[in-house]
């Protein structure tokens, strides 16, 4: 089954305008931009046909065509990144088994989680979306928290039942959970990792659809998904003493270096 991995980017986003040409410096002290580390990403996974970013920027293709991706222009009216990615696909002319949205955000997302993913939408016909879901030791799950109580809206939590199927994804923390965890102590929460696979047929559904009432109040995509009775499997994935946190908030800059440095990542 052939693979695509699309990078949405856009300069124009509320909360952190210009985020894909932000940087980071990682452990040896080099810097690249948050579009560069998630390409850099995304062409480390294994069993990709093709890797593009989708932007409807100049500033962000003239970046992108510098350190070597292909880049597909879209249009200024994609909502979000899966509309965006279900436009660059038809830009393309279709022709993939899996498109994969590897949101531009994610520079730390391990390749395994994709692999993962990507197996876990093959093995499973019934479902039409796939997302990586990661089990919360207690120091993720305490930034969440501390996150929402300074009124910043952190990572994104999903539950699920029986087989993997999504219930709801939220940008508060679910389920609730009145005990306290240490640092490295698993917990009953699941942060949804902001990575997503396809079937060609229900991405370009998702881009007919009106957006409903729980994505405009949560601004999660893949809840159009969900209000329309579509099958999101969520597929859990390990973390392999990786750390993992996605770039919302310019605050989270110093938090995604420290990560990188004691990581050793470059």
């Known amino acids: 089954m052939s693979v695509l991995i699309v990078i949405p980017a856009r300069y124009a986003s509320s909360r952190y305008p210009g985020k894909p040409l932000a940087t980071l410096t990682g452990a040896t002290g080099e810097t690249k931009t948050l579009i560069q580390r998630s390409w850099e990403a995304a062409c480390q996974v294994a069993g990709v046909d093709r890797v593009v970013v989708a932007t409807d920027d100049d500033q962000i293709k003239t970046a992108a065509e510098r350190f070597g991706a292909e880049v597909v222009m879209t249009s200024?009216?994609?909502?979000?990144?899966?509309?965006?990615c279900a436009e660059a696909l038809q830009n393309l002319g279709g022709g993939y088994d899996i498109i994969v949205n590897l949101q531009g955000d994610a520079p730390l997302t391990p390749h395994w989680f994709v692999e993962d993913l990507v197996n876990g939408l093959r093995a499973d016909p019934e479902a039409e979306v796939a997302t990586p879901v990661l089990?919360?030791?207690?120091r993720a799950l305490n930034g969440f928290l501390q996150d929402r109580a300074a009124g910043r809206v952190g990572g994104t939590t999903a539950v699920f039942g029986t087989g993997g199927r999504a219930l709801y994804f939220s940008k508060e923390v679910i389920p609730y959970t009145g005990k306290t965890y240490d640092d490295d102590a698993p917990?009953?929460?699941f942060h949804h990792v902001g990575v997503y696979a396809y079937r060609p047929g229900a991405l370009a559904a998702y881009a007919d659809w009106e957006t409903g009432p729980l994505e405009a109040l949560e601004g999660l995509e893949q809840l159009r998904f969900l209000e329309r009775g579509r099958s999101v499997l969520c597929v859990e994935v390990e973390a392999r003493g990786r750390q993992f946190w996605e770039l919302n908030n310019p605050e989270d800059v110093p938090r995604i270096q420290a990560m990188m440095s004691e990581m050793g990542m470059a």
């Open 76 to 84: 200024k009216t994609c909502g979000n990144g899966t509309e965006r």
């Open 135 to 138: 089990r919360c030791e207690g």
């Open 187 to 189: 917990t009953p929460v």
